[in-house]
């Protein structure tokens, strides 16, 4: 005799109750109400869970043991629906459990209401509203952050350059004052040179060789590397 083949128990309906599958959109959820979100999730978690008792198939099972699958058939065929239905029922449980304890619902539904609002906030800014941060590319964000720091550090080096230039003009003033003295020393020293130049000619008819000659070229000679040291 051929063991019989167990029924799979049916897959449930999902974890709580769902809205109306019309494509007509659906109102916004209230905080306690499963939104859009929750029951996405709570499909998605049933769909998980029947796949995952489907792969402990009665094949599988009876595998396992096969001694109780030879002799006892329908009784392992029992054991195994009620293992399959116990598995199910606690993990479905421990689900509503965390759903209930964490505020899932209300929190999905909280994210839901932001997202709707960010999307509505966004068709307005593409209308020709103020556009959200979330909207604007990195560059502005990065630059709109740094703009006070720029600001403040360009009045500081703009302080510090007009600083200089200051100093720089007064710089050229005085190096300026300088050269007009060193010219006036010039041609002061020019001039004694000349009139030493001068008085030297007239001494030549006077003196020869002597001791005054070679002390009048002597001073002569000193005035004139002071005039070069001057102009240089």
Same mark, same amino acid.
């Given at each position: 005799?051929? =063991?019989?083949? =167990?029924?799979?128990p049916p897959n449930p309906p999902p974890l709580s109750p769902s809205p109306s599958s019309s494509p007509s959109p659906l109102p916004? =959820?209230?905080?306690?109400?499963?939104?859009?979100?929750?029951?996405?999730?709570?499909?998605?978690?049933?769909?998980?869970?029947?796949?995952?008792? *489907? /792969? !402990?198939?009665?094949?599988?099972?009876?595998? !396992?043991? =096969? /001694?109780?699958?030879?002799?006892?058939?329908?009784?392992?065929?029992?054991?195994?629906?009620?293992?399959?239905?116990?598995?199910?029922?606690?993990?479905?449980?421990?689900?509503?459990?965390?759903?209930?304890? *964490?505020?899932?619902?209300?929190?999905?539904?909280?994210?839901?209401?932001?997202?709707?609002?960010?999307?509505?906030?966004?068709?307005?800014?593409?209308?020709?509203?103020?556009?959200?941060?979330?909207?604007?590319?990195?560059?502005?964000?990065?630059?709109?952050?740094?703009?006070?720091?720029?600001?403040?550090?360009?009045?500081?080096?703009?302080?510090?350059?007009?600083?200089?230039?200051?100093?720089?003009?007064?710089?050229?003033?005085?190096?300026? *004052?300088?050269?007009?003295?060193?010219?006036?020393?010039?041609?002061?020293?020019?001039?004694?040179?000349?009139?030493?130049?001068?008085?030297?000619?007239?001494?030549?008819?006077?003196?020869?060789?002597?001791?005054?000659?070679?002390?009048?070229?002597?001073?002569?000679?000193?005035?004139?590397?002071?005039?070069?040291?001057?102009?240089?």
């Open positions: 005799m051929s =063991p019989p083949t =167990p029924t799979p916004p =959820p209230t905080p306690l109400t499963p939104g859009p979100l929750f029951t996405r999730l709570s499909t998605l978690y049933t769909t998980a869970l029947t796949h995952t008792l *489907r /792969t !402990c198939s009665y094949a599988n099972f009876a595998a !396992c043991f =096969p /001694t109780p699958a030879a002799q006892k058939p329908e009784l392992l065929a029992g054991v195994w629906e009620q293992i399959v239905a116990r598995i199910r029922e606690r993990a479905v449980a421990e689900f509503e459990d965390i759903v209930r304890e *964490r505020e899932v619902v209300g929190g999905l539904n909280g994210w839901e209401r932001v997202v709707g609002e960010a999307r509505g906030r966004r068709e307005r800014g593409g209308e020709g509203g103020k556009v959200g941060l979330h909207m604007l590319p990195p560059e502005q964000l990065y630059l709109a952050h740094l703009s006070p720091y720029l600001q403040e550090t360009q009045r500081e080096l703009d302080g510090k350059i007009r600083g200089v230039e200051v100093e720089n003009e007064e710089l050229m003033e005085g190096i300026k *004052r300088q050269r007009e003295e060193v010219e006036r020393l010039v041609g002061g020293l020019e001039g004694v040179i000349g009139d030493l130049e001068g008085a030297n000619e007239v001494m030549d008819g006077v003196l020869g060789d002597g001791e005054v000659r070679r002390e009048v070229v002597e001073v002569e000679m000193e005035v004139r590397a002071v005039g070069r040291e001057a102009k240089l």
